[in-house]
């Protein structure tokens, strides 16, 4: 049995990391967020430790690490997106391979220094790319894998998640702190688009504003219009006010399905993790040259063959 802690305990995806380390037999010693609605621990861990200051979280956890037995094996992040940096060193540090939500951080040069932490400690960072486990990617991963090709996948991208007046006013809505909307819905999205297609060749930002984002990436084996946005006005009629999300890949013409078998991927990655098989900081590189590269341009116009469809609604 792996001893956990958790930074980010009140946010809405550590309960998916509780129930990860619960399900792979595992036990989370104890919490640590500034806010304090986390009753979620009582039904998973509930005799975990649980603080609301850094510094005595950090102080615990130091203090314990002087027992063998009672040391902690990992750390697990899931704190807001500006502050990955920060508490992936930390457990670094501590002597805990880190397990890390997206984005781990917005910078190359931030993996940089993180590997520089790495060979310091000779501790590990797992970052969570959970859509390499989804089975309708690794079956499309395969499928395209296995054709012979002459010219790229005319692939779009859309993704549309509601969000209601609160993002705005949360950490996410600040794109010091989220890095923007391609960057804090996008990167799963992007991640899983170098997965299944190989290396980024171009990347063109089209449109941005608080609310949504589109461009063009082209991959070895793709060209890629995609399309990211918060505001339910812009679902598809047929949805509007029946469902909140919209994920679409048109594949060559061919809609990949892909909206269920979600809720389980965390596990799986668990899994991967404690058997050596986890996604490290070199995994994670190109999803986070994307992004960066997404949030510093500038849009520029694009030609009609490369522009997504949803781009003549907003200019």
């Not at 395969?142 to 692939?155: D, G, P, T």
């Not at 006013?169 to 999205?189: C, L, M, Q, V, Y």
């Not at 297609?197 to 084996?221: I, P």
Request: proline letters at 3%; glycine letters at 6%.
């Amino acid at each position: 049995m792996k001893r956990f802690a958790l930074i980010g305990a009140a946010g809405y995806i550590a309960t998916r990391h509780m129930k990860a380390i619960k399900e792979t037999g595992n036990d989370l010693v104890c919490a640590y967020d500034i806010n304090d609605s986390v009753g979620i621990i009582d039904n998973i861990f509930p005799q975990s430790e649980f603080f609301t200051e850094f510094e005595n979280f950090i102080d615990y956890a130091y203090s314990i690490k002087k027992k063998p037995q009672a040391a902690l094996d990992y750390l697990v992040v899931c704190s807001p997106n500006y502050l990955h940096k920060a508490h992936v060193s930390a457990g670094l540090r501590l002597g805990c391979n880190v397990i890390c939500e997206k984005p781990l951080v917005p910078t190359p040069g931030l993996l940089d220094e993180l590997s520089d932490i790495e060979k310091e400690t000779g501790n590990k960072v797992y970052n969570i790319l959970q859509l390499r486990h989804h089975k309708t990617i690794l079956n499309l991963k395969s499928e395209i894998a296995e054709q012979f090709y002459s010219e790229k996948y005319e692939v779009d991208l859309t993704y549309i998640t509601s969000r209601g007046k609160w993002y705005m006013e949360s950490w996410k809505g600040d794109p010091r702190k989220s890095f923007g909307i391609a960057t804090n819905i996008g990167i799963h999205f992007f991640d899983m688009l170098h997965f299944i297609f190989g290396d980024l060749e171009r990347n063109e930002l089209h449109y941005s504003d608080e609310y949504r984002a589109c461009g063009y990436l082209e991959y070895e084996r793709a060209k890629v219009r995609w399309f990211l946005s918060i505001d339910a006005n812009d679902l598809p009629e047929d949805i509007k006010y029946k469902k909140t999300t919209y994920r679409s890949i048109i594949c060559n013409g061919r809609e990949v399905e892909f909206s269920d078998g979600f809720t389980d991927l965390h596990t799986v990655s668990y899994h991967k993790i404690l058997d050596g098989l986890g996604f490290g900081i070199e995994d994670t590189r190109q999803c986070i040259e994307t992004i960066n590269d997404i949030r510093t341009a500038k849009p520029q116009s694009s030609n009609e063959d490369e522009a997504h469809a949803y781009l003549s609604k907003l200019i």
